[in-house]
T-cell receptor, first 114, second 116 residues
Framework: AQKVTQAQTEISVVEKEDVTLDCVYE???????LFWYKQPPSGELVFLIR??????QNEISGRYSWNFQKSTSSFNFTITASQVVDSAVYFC???????????FGTGTSLTVIP | EPEVTQTPSHQVTQMGQEVILRCVPI?????FYWYRQILGQKVEFLVS????????KSEIFDDQFSVERPDGSNFTLKIRSTKLEDSAMYFC??????????????FGNGTRLTVT
C-alpha cells in the first residue's frame, strides 16, 4: 500500500524566513516517484517537482530545494527567503512504477506573513 | 504551454440532480483522471481512464459516477443523482504515456461543485 504523510497541517512564517515542509512516504515498491504540488488560494494545483526513487540527488530551483532521503523515506521541501506569494497549500504525492494512481498527502498550509 | 481546461469553474445544483463536469485534457496525453477535494481536505483519487476505458477507480467512485470520452478531446464526469456530500472541488488531470509513471499529472483549475 502507498501512503504519504504530511504531519504539518499549518505553518506560519514571517517573510524572508526559511521554511521546510515535511513529507514522509510508505511504499513497498522499489521504483517510485515523488512529487510536490502547490495549491494557491485560487485553487488550482501546480506541479513543482518530480523525483525518482533511484536518484537521491537533492535539487535546487531558485528559492526552492528538495531533500530526498530514502533511508528515512522522506522528501522534504524547503523554501528559502519566503515571500508572501509562497502562501499556499503544498501537497506531496507518490506514485509507484507499477501503479496508475497518485497518492496525495493531506497537505501543509503555509502562510507567509509580511 | 498546453493546459488542461475544465468547465464550468463553479456549478451549483440541487440534491438529486444530475451534473456533468467537463474537461479538455492536453491533446497528446493518453491517461486521464478525476480527483476531488472536499473543502480543506486532501486530494482524493476517483478514477483513471485509458484507451477508452476505466483503468482504475476508488471506493468513492460508485454507481452514481461515470466517465466518458465522447470525442477526441473531451473527458466528462457525470454524477447521476447528487448528494450534499458530493460538494467538492473536482479536478481533471492528464498525463502523457502509459507506463511512464514518472510523468507528472497536469491538473485543470477545477470545478467547484456545490450541492444544495
Amino acid at each position: 500500500a502507498q501512503k504519504v504523510t504530511q504531519a504539518q497541517t499549518e505553518i506560519s512564517v514571517v517573510e524572508k524566513e526559511d521554511v521546510t515542509l515535511d513529507c514522509v512516504y510508505e511504499t513497498r515498491d522499489t521504483t517510485y516517484y515523488l512529487f510536490w504540488y502547490k495549491q494557491p488560494p485560487s485553487g488550482e494545483l501546480v506541479f513543482l517537482i518530480r523525483r525518482n526513487s533511484f536518484d537521491e540527488q537533492n535539487e535546487i530551483s531558485g528559492r526552492y530545494s528538495w531533500n530526498f532521503q530514502k533511508s528515512t523515506s522522506s522528501f522534504n521541501f524547503t523554501i528559502t527567503a519566503s515571500q508572501v506569494v509562497d502562501s499556499a497549500v503544498y501537497f506531496c504525492a507518490l506514485i509507484s512504477n507499477t501503479g496508475n494512481q497518485f497518492y496525495f498527502g493531506t497537505g501543509t498550509s503555509l502562510t507567509v506573513i509580511p | 504551454e498546453p493546459e488542461v481546461t475544465q468547465t464550468p469553474s463553479h456549478q451549483v445544483t440541487q440534491m438529486g440532480q444530475e451534473v456533468i463536469l467537463r474537461c479538455v485534457p492536453i491533446s497528446n496525453h493518453l491517461y486521464f483522471y478525476w480527483y476531488r477535494q472536499i473543502l480543506g481536505q486532501k486530494v482524493e483519487f476517483l478514477v483513471s481512464f485509458y484507451n477508452n476505458e476505466i483503468s482504475e477507480k476508488s471506493e468513492i467512485f460508485d454507481d452514481q459516477f461515470s466517465v466518458e470520452r465522447p470525442d477526441g478531446s473531451n473527458f466528462t464526469l457525470k454524477i447521476r443523482s447528487t448528494k450534499l456530500e458530493d460538494s467538492a472541488m473536482y479536478f481533471c488531470a492528464s498525463k502523457t504515456l502509459r507506463g511512464r509513471s514518472n510523468s507528472p499529472l497536469h491538473f485543470g483549475n477545477g470545478t467547484r461543485l456545490t450541492v444544495t
